[in-house]
């Protein structure tokens, strides 16, 4: 190495560690600008015009609890005028020989000329130590090279200090003043507002929402389904606003129609009802007088076919098969029992149903001269079934099982040979379980148990007459009629042969049931 040179280096190493004042050091002031997303840019500041190289590193330490990994990175910025956003006092500063004072002050180490700098990223609030790493530091990228004295610090209050970098002077607003430091201080201009050109709206997307809502409710055997169908269509616009600088926006707006459609469903709910109607004209056909002959035994079979009107359109056919047998204890005294099947099968404008039973019955007929008294016992167990539907659009199915049982008494005035009037009690039990239906949710009904018991009072007439054979008795007919206290009639023709065949018609009008019923019975005496 020449004298000249050596003599260079051994006057900044002098001014490195000895000289207070900046009279041959060039770097004089340090400083550090936001960048708004948690960067900060140093920049020192040199009184040496003119100077075109960057020399050295920065290194950026955490202090005072501020946690941050140490780096040193090479100065890689240039500026030969004051790089934007530097305030004096505020973010920019210089050395009096003992502490950092703001850029300008008349104790500090004057103008600066050139500046170099260095970006740091993922920086938060805190405290932060800096410092100056010349050529030649065993932290230097470069231990053999030598400094110059263009970027050498004057003292050691510009080569490291330990600043407080703010929040606000992290988002680029260190004066706190709302504009960005670098629109106020330095060369960067703020850009100037665009102005609109043009605004097109037009329709960008459409939507539709359906939701049903289904209301069941109930009246007079009537289930009502209240259909709403609510519509809601939503258009989505968008807006693309053009504006002098040929960049353009796009905002979206949306408005909503709603409409709304009602619909009426209805459909019958009383086939459970109507089945026990039907079945409760059965009785008539069901309960059972019993014959007056030489034999003691006699055994017979019943065999019924019926159809049935009801209201609201309801029509039936029901059949009745069955045996019993009759004995006589006293030739004034006839007692005897019965089992019958008994099917209903129900049809109406919207459902179809079914009712079995399995009948069990005893019967009595205790006769005098003057009186004479009936007595019929019935227990049946029933099995119900229905299949409904409202309007077509929802359907529903249930099952049920029920019982009933009824005591008939009738007393018999034997007024006249032909003509026997009659009155009559009859009480009754009828019970079913609950249920829930199947089917559709919306129209899906769960009902409670039924248990209802009734007294009915009767009174009619009974005339017959036999003819034919030396006795005169080979053939008989006969016709009954009654009505009772709920105005329920009915009506009662048979024929028989030596009470040995019977044909017999029946037609009861009973709580909105006309029931038709035809019997053809044998009974074999022993």
Same mark, same amino acid.
């Given at each position: 190495?020449?004298?000249?040179?050596?003599?260079?280096?051994?006057?900044?190493?002098? !001014?490195?560690?000895?000289?207070?004042?900046?009279?041959?050091?060039?770097?004089?002031?340090? $400083?550090?600008?936001?960048?708004?997303?948690?960067?900060?840019?140093?920049?020192?500041?040199?009184?040496?015009?003119?100077?075109?190289?960057?020399?050295?590193?920065?290194?950026?330490?955490?202090?005072?609890?501020?946690?941050?990994?140490?780096?040193?990175?090479?100065?890689?910025?240039?500026?030969?005028?004051?790089?934007?956003?530097?305030?004096?006092?505020?973010?920019?500063?210089?050395?009096?020989? =003992?502490?950092?004072?703001? %850029?300008?002050?008349?104790?500090?180490?004057?103008?600066?000329? =050139?500046?170099?700098?260095?970006?740091?990223?993922?920086?938060?609030?805190?405290?932060?130590?800096?410092?100056?790493?010349?050529?030649?530091?065993?932290?230097?990228?470069?231990?053999?090279?030598?400094?110059?004295?263009?970027?050498?610090?004057?003292?050691?209050?510009?080569?490291?200090?330990?600043?407080?970098?703010?929040?606000?002077?992290?988002?680029?607003?260190?004066?706190?003043?709302?504009?960005?430091?670098?629109?106020?201080? $330095?060369?960067?201009?703020?850009?100037?507002?665009?102005?609109?050109?043009?605004?097109?709206?037009?329709? %960008?997307?459409?939507?539709?929402?359906?939701?049903?809502?289904?209301?069941?409710?109930?009246?007079?055997?009537?289930?009502?389904?209240?259909?709403?169908?609510?519509?809601?269509?939503?258009?989505?616009?968008?807006?693309?606003?053009?504006?002098?600088?040929?960049?353009?926006?796009?905002?979206?707006?949306?408005?909503?129609?709603?409409?709304?459609?009602?619909?009426?469903?209805? *459909? +019958?709910?009383?086939?459970?009802?109507?089945?026990? #109607?039907?079945?409760?004209?059965?009785?008539?056909? !069901?309960?059972?007088?019993?014959?007056?002959?030489?034999?003691?035994?006699?055994?017979?079979?019943?065999?019924?076919?019926?159809?049935?009107? $009801?209201?609201?359109?309801?029509? *039936?056919?029901?059949?009745?098969?069955?045996?019993?047998?009759?004995?006589?204890?006293?030739?004034?005294?006839?007692?005897?029992?019965?089992?019958?099947?008994?099917?209903?099968?129900?049809?109406?404008?919207?459902?179809?149903?079914?009712?079995?039973?399995?009948?069990?019955?005893?019967?009595?007929?205790? +006769?005098?001269?003057?009186?004479?008294?009936?007595?019929?016992?019935?227990?049946? !167990?029933?099995?119900?079934?229905?299949?409904?539907?409202?309007? $077509?659009?929802?359907?529903?199915?249930?099952?049920?099982?029920?019982?009933?049982?009824?005591?008939?008494?009738?007393?018999?005035?034997?007024?006249?040979?032909?003509?026997?009037?009659?009155?009559?009690?009859?009480?009754?039990?009828?019970? +079913?379980?609950?249920?829930?239906?199947?089917?559709?949710?919306?129209?899906?009904?769960?009902?409670?148990?039924?248990? #209802?018991?009734?007294?009915?009072?009767?009174?009619?007439?009974?005339?017959?007459?036999?003819?034919?054979?030396?006795?005169?008795?080979?053939?008989?007919?006969?016709?009954?009629?009654?009505?009772?206290?709920?105005?329920?009639?009915?009506?009662?023709?048979?024929?028989?042969?030596?009470?040995?065949?019977?044909?017999?018609?029946?037609?009861?009008?009973?709580?909105?049931?006309?029931?038709?019923?035809?019997?053809?019975?044998?009974?074999?005496?022993?």
């Amino acid at each position: 190495m020449s004298y000249t040179k050596k003599a260079l280096a051994a006057a900044s190493a002098l !001014l490195m560690g000895t000289l207070p004042t900046a009279a041959l050091a060039h770097t004089n002031s340090i $400083g550090y600008v936001g960048d708004g997303q948690g960067g900060i840019t140093f920049w020192y500041g040199s009184w040496h015009g003119g100077t075109n190289f960057n020399e050295a590193e920065i290194k950026l330490e955490g202090a005072n609890g501020t946690s941050y990994t140490t780096t040193i990175n090479q100065f890689n910025l240039l500026e030969s005028s004051t790089p934007a956003g530097l305030i004096p006092g505020t973010n920019y500063f210089t050395s009096d020989g =003992t502490q950092l004072v703001p %850029y300008g002050d008349p104790n500090g180490g004057g103008d600066s000329y =050139t500046w170099q700098g260095l970006n740091f990223t993922g920086l938060s609030a805190g405290d932060y130590t800096f410092t100056y790493i010349p050529l030649g530091d065993v932290e230097s990228y470069c231990t053999t090279c030598s400094p110059t004295a263009d970027w050498m610090p004057m003292d050691n209050i510009i080569r490291s200090a330990t600043v407080t970098l703010s929040a606000t002077l992290l988002s680029g607003d260190a004066n706190q003043n709302g504009i960005l430091d670098i629109y106020e201080f $330095g060369t960067v201009q703020q850009p100037s507002t665009p102005t609109l050109v043009s605004s097109v709206t037009n329709p %960008y997307s459409q939507s539709v929402v359906t939701t049903i809502t289904e209301t069941p409710s109930e009246a007079d055997g009537v289930q009502t389904v209240d259909r709403n169908t609510r519509t809601d269509t939503t258009t989505t616009y968008a807006t693309v606003d053009t504006y002098s600088d040929n960049s353009t926006t796009t905002a979206y707006s949306s408005s909503t129609v709603t409409t709304n459609a009602a619909d009426k469903f209805t *459909g +019958r709910i009383d086939q459970y009802q109507m089945l026990d #109607k039907v079945g409760n004209t059965l009785r008539g056909a !069901l309960n059972h007088t019993p014959s007056q002959t030489k034999e003691k035994v006699r055994v017979f079979s019943k065999n019924y076919l019926g159809w049935a009107h $009801g209201d609201y359109g309801y029509y *039936g056919t029901s059949t009745i098969l069955g045996t019993g047998v009759e004995i006589d204890v006293k030739p004034t005294w006839t007692i005897g029992g019965q089992y019958n099947n008994v099917s209903v099968d129900l049809t109406g404008a919207d459902s179809t149903s079914s009712l079995s039973k399995e009948h069990f019955g005893v019967f009595s007929m205790m +006769r005098g001269n003057t009186l004479s008294l009936r007595t019929n016992a019935g227990y049946a !167990l029933n099995k119900y079934s229905v299949s409904r539907n409202v309007a $077509g659009v929802f359907n529903n199915d249930s099952a049920s099982n029920g019982q009933e049982w009824w005591v008939n008494n009738r007393l018999y005035w034997n007024a006249h040979k032909n003509i026997t009037p009659f009155v009559g009690h009859t009480v009754s039990n009828v019970c +079913r379980d609950a249920f829930s239906e199947n089917g559709s949710v919306q129209s899906a009904r769960s009902v409670g148990d039924y248990n #209802k018991t009734e007294n009915v009072g009767e009174v009619g007439v009974n005339v017959s007459h036999r003819f034919g054979g030396k006795k005169k008795d080979k053939f008989g007919v006969a016709l009954e009629a009654s009505v009772n206290t709920n105005t329920d009639v009915e009506v009662i023709a048979s024929v028989d042969y030596n009470q040995t065949i019977f044909i017999e018609g029946l037609h009861q009008i009973a709580d909105g049931i006309n029931n038709t019923q035809v019997a053809a019975k044998v009974k074999f005496r022993f």
